[in-house]
């Protein structure tokens, strides 16, 4: 069990838990599951983090095929700029490896913005804290779960 899936537990949340054989070899997690889960590729969000100006890092839950909007994230999060965050201080901080950063069971509670576009889906799928394992959850769900708020975060 991941500190994921132990905070969805814990928390009493509605998920499901899906696994796969993940390839090393892979240069997108998020299309890899999608294949993989036999899921649309619109269900799959990946979790990134950024360091804001005043040195605030920020989770931004966004859907896997688009890029991430620094300007709006760093807006959504209240701040002026933002920037991908170191990923040794990344992992440091949320107890997990890049392609496995889950926005649930953090070691330390981070400011979460999760994509409007998740609304548009009954559940999605965000990472359960190591490769090769999704959680299926709802928008409304995770969004209380990690005191997130919506925001339009994507490049358009």
């Known amino acids: 069990m991941t500190p994921a899936v ?4 814990k928390a009493g949340l509605a998920i499901s838990l899906h696994e796969y054989d993940h ?3 892979s240069d997108s997690y998020g299309e890899e599951a999608a294949e993989k889960l036999g899921v649309d590729v619109g269900a799959i969000f990946k979790t ?3 360091q804001t100006g005043s040195k605030k890092l920020v ?5 896997v095929r688009h890029s991430l909007n620094l300007k709006r994230v760093a807006s959504a999060a209240g701040e002026k700029k933002a920037e ?4 040794t201080l990344v992992q440091r901080t949320t107890g997990y490896v890049l392609g496995g950063v889950s926005p649930l069971g953090q070691r330390k509670a981070l400011t979460t913005v999760i994509d409007s576009l998740a609304k ?3 559940k999605i799928y965000v990472s359960g804290g190591r490769r090769g394992l999704d959680i299926a959850i709802s928008p409304a769900d995770l969004a209380a779960a990690t005191r997130a708020s919506f ?3 994507i490049r358009t």
């Open 48 to 50: 990134l983090v950024v």
């Open 23 to 25: 390839d090393p070899a």
């Open 6 to 9: 132990l905070a969805a537990q």
């Open 84 to 87: 991908m965050a170191d990923k």
């Open 151 to 153: 925001a339009d975060l």
């Open 120 to 122: 548009e889906q009954a």
């Open 59 to 63: 989770v931004a839950v966004i859907p």
